[in-house]
């Protein structure tokens, strides 16, 4: 298995210390992952306050060469703030350095806002797919943000075809469903998808788009309506991606062992299970 969102660093989530490495060695052992990507924390306005850089994150890859997959974080207002700074010859260098992805990008403007689409067309252009969390508010938040049903996230998708873009967060699993609202958008919805939602739609519609299943939002969204979830498992089983966005200590993962249930169950077919715990990944990875 490879897990497509991990995180290390230092200081506390939710009061519970992050993990170190040989912590998260560990749990991807108890899990078994063989790989993991780890995205680097911090580093914009909106992030914690104990950083964990792309250089952190390479140092711990070179101690790990067989187990970790570095990604870079950059942020769409590095370099004066502009829609106009070349990030081409920083994507370069970290991808030489063995970075196989950006993200996970966190700052919090829309994401059809002049920067961001700067910056995704030079990750495109660069060959590496971006992992981003979506919110769904300006303010007391952080990710890039969107309204309801998706519209800016479309015309990035669109306009931008030739960048792989990855869904994750509250803001984008809410959207599995055509029954989110405004109060529910952006949380952990409830009950069963009754009609599919725009991600799925979207999922459909553009060859560029990716879902990650990591943390409360992916899993919610595939275990709230478990018919439901199985189905959308098997139908979208090349645009899916298995992470659990491990980062503290003592965390729960639910959803590797709901996955490999799923499997065991004859809930999800064997070729479903592996693109979404590996193939996909070492597919859009290059691995």
């Keep these: 298995m490879i897990d497509i969102h991990t995180h290390l660093g230092r200081g506390a989530v939710k009061d519970e210390p992050v993990i170190n490495e040989n912590e998260l060695l560990r749990r991807m052992d108890e899990f078994g992952v063989e790989k993991a990507v780890v995205l680097p924390r911090g580093c914009s306005p909106e992030g914690h306050f104990f950083h964990f850089t792309t250089d952190d994150v390479l140092k711990v890859y070179h101690r790990h060469p067989d187990r970790i997959i570095p990604f870079y974080k950059p942020d769409p207002r590095n370099g004066n703030n502009s829609p106009d700074t070349d990030f081409s010859w920083v994507l370069k260098e970290y991808k030489e350095a063995g970075c196989r992805g950006i ?15 700067n910056l995704f067309y030079q990750c495109g252009k660069a060959n590496l797919p971006v992992i981003f969390h979506l919110a769904v508010k300006i303010g007391g938040v952080y990710g890039a943000v969107d309204d309801i049903r998706l519209p800016r996230l479309e015309k990035i998708l669109s306009e931008i075809p ?8 509250m803001g984008f699993w809410s959207e599995i469903s055509s029954g989110v609202d405004e109060e529910t958008r952006g949380g952990y919805p409830e ?12 999922l459909k519609k553009y060859l560029n788009l990716y879902g990650d299943l990591s943390a409360g939002s992916g899993f919610n969204a595939i275990s709230r309506d478990p018919e439901y979830g199985y189905k959308f498992l098997e139908e979208f089983q090349d645009k899916l991606l298995f992470g659990t966005d491990i980062c503290h ?17 004859g809930k999800i077919s064997k070729t479903t299970f592996d693109k979404i715990t590996k193939k996909n990944a070492e597919r859009l990875l290059g691995l």
């Design 103 to 117: 993200g996970e990008i966190t700052a919090n403007l829309y994401i059809d806002d002049p920067r961001y689409k």
């Design 162 to 169: 030739n960048t792989i873009f990855i869904g994750h967060a």
């Design 191 to 202: 009950g069963p998808v009754e009609s599919p939602g725009r991600v799925p739609e979207l």
């Design 249 to 265: 200590v003592n965390q729960k993962v639910p959803i590797a062992p709901y996955l490999k249930n799923a499997l065991s169950e």
